[in-house]
């Protein structure tokens, strides 16, 4: 897990409870990150789209960002589709 999950994992579950994504989902994605940034990522295995692995580019469903010590999101046109809680308890990791 990178630096932003780690320390930040209660933040991004508070903001998917407020923002109806789910969190395991979030937690479970595909991504790109370093210390300050976070890109999930979509992959669809099933169509057989391995990303970058065959050169289609993933979806990027949800970029988190790390500014003056507190978590910026930002949503793409992906974020519900891949991302969303089908009911309040996904919302949350157990």
């Known amino acids: 897990m990178n630096k ?3 320390e930040y994992k209660d933040e991004i579950e508070e ?3 407020k923002n109806g994504l789910s969190a395991e989902k979030v937690f479970h994605s595909a991504r790109s990150y370093n210390n300050v940034r976070v890109f999930l990522q979509h992959v669809d295995h099933e169509k057989g789209k ?3 692995l065959d050169e289609t580019p993933a979806n990027v469903t949800l970029a988190i ?4 010590g507190k978590l910026r999101f930002e949503q793409t046109e992906h974020t519900l589709k891949y991302l969303g809680a ?3 308890t ?5």
């Open 90 to 94: 996904e919302r949350r990791v157990a």
């Open 4 to 6: 932003i999950f780690e």
């Open 15 to 17: 903001y998917c409870e």
């Open 65 to 68: 960002f790390l500014e003056n």
């Open 86 to 88: 089908t009911n309040k």
């Open 50 to 52: 391995l990303g970058l």
